[in-house]
């Protein structure tokens, strides 16, 4: 794939990568972390596209940089193996206490209430009835013990366990050649992932950490649980699952993190 962007002549390529990057921090006030997001998205790829780009057009920039963000995801897409399994840990190996970690402080917790909680299911799928917790919690379990790792550059070691998620899809009779699954949640936070994630074997719908019902500062009633995702990409306090051909985006991944999120 070819992406055109405005040429400029006679720009040093390191010079121009560099300013192209402070420009885009100041202009934006970009966070430290989304920083290193878009630098990290230019050395999977666009290192040499952004050195012609027009320096004094902040729009030219962060389309392309969004332009070579999609193009990562793709190729992340075409590399992820849907059969590999990230690693695993033995308990004794449990990060404890686990790290909270979301958009606000512990102390905003959402709690949801599990009478009359009723997990929401939509799109291309042919079983649109609601689920309680109960219902989720009779279906076959799976525990696994694996690494979170989180954007912000730490990781834990975490024992989740819950319904596979692809026996989920395939008990609702989602398509699963769908491109995408999208999560809304009840603190507001959104995010999707592509198909071949959502199908992946230790992809979860946790209910329970340690063995315990799920706390809610982990997600109550129930979190996404994806070893082979980064942190944001694992919603909490899911409130509804929906499959979808058109892109759904996530909280973070419209303020320029990379979609696709692969650890």
């Keep these: 794939m070819i992406i055109k962007v405005p040429k400029r002549l006679d720009i040093d390529g390191d010079a121009a990568l560099r300013e192209?990057?402070?420009?885009?921090?100041?202009?934006?006030?970009?966070?430290?972390?989304?920083?290193?997001?878009?630098?990290?998205?230019?050395?999977?790829?666009?290192?040499?596209?952004?050195?012609?780009?027009?320096?004094?057009?902040n729009a030219s920039v962060e389309a392309a940089l969004t332009s070579i963000s999609r193009v990562n995801d793709k190729v992340q897409g075409f590399l992820f193996?849907?059969?590999?399994?990230?690693?695993?840990?033995?308990?004794?190996?449990?990060?404890?206490?686990?790290?909270?970690?979301?958009?606000?402080?512990?102390?905003?917790?959402?709690?949801?209430?599990?009478?009359?909680?009723?997990?929401?299911?939509?799109?291309?799928?042919?079983?649109?009835?609601?689920w309680s917790l109960s219902e989720l919690r009779a279906m076959p379990q799976a525990d696994q013990v694996t690494r979170h790792i989180c954007v912000e550059g730490w990781s834990a070691i975490g024992k989740w366990g819950g319904v596979p998620f692809a026996s989920f899809?395939?008990?609702?009779?989602?398509?699963?050649?769908?491109?995408?699954?999208?999560f809304?949640?009840?603190?507001?936070?959104?995010?999707?992932?592509?198909?071949?994630?959502?199908?992946?074997?230790?992809?979860?719908?946790?209910?329970?950490?340690?063995?315990?019902?799920?706390?809610p500062k982990y997600g109550f009633p129930m979190k996404l649980r994806m070893p082979t995702k980064l942190g944001y990409k694992n919603p909490k306090h899911i409130q509804a699952i929906f499959v979808t051909n058109t892109y759904p985006g996530g909280y973070w991944e419209d303020q320029g993190y990379n979609w696709f999120g692969g650890s």
């Design 169 to 182: 899809l395939k008990r609702v009779g989602a398509d699963t050649s769908a491109k995408y699954v999208g």
């Design 20 to 57: 192209a990057v402070d420009r885009i921090a100041i202009a934006n006030k970009l966070t430290r972390t989304r920083r290193n997001f878009l630098r990290g998205s230019l050395t999977l790829g666009g290192l040499s596209m952004l050195t012609g780009c027009m320096l004094d057009d």
């Design 81 to 130: 193996d849907p059969n590999r399994l990230a690693p695993t840990y033995p308990e004794s190996m449990i990060t404890r206490p686990f790290p909270f970690n979301a958009y606000y402080g512990e102390d905003e917790v959402r709690v949801v209430a599990e009478d009359g909680y009723r997990l929401e299911v939509a799109g291309m799928v042919a079983d649109k009835r609601k």
């Design 184 to 215: 809304k949640c009840a603190d507001d936070y959104f995010t999707s992932i592509d198909m071949p994630t959502a199908l992946h074997p230790q992809t979860l719908l946790a209910l329970t950490y340690d063995g315990q019902v799920l706390p």
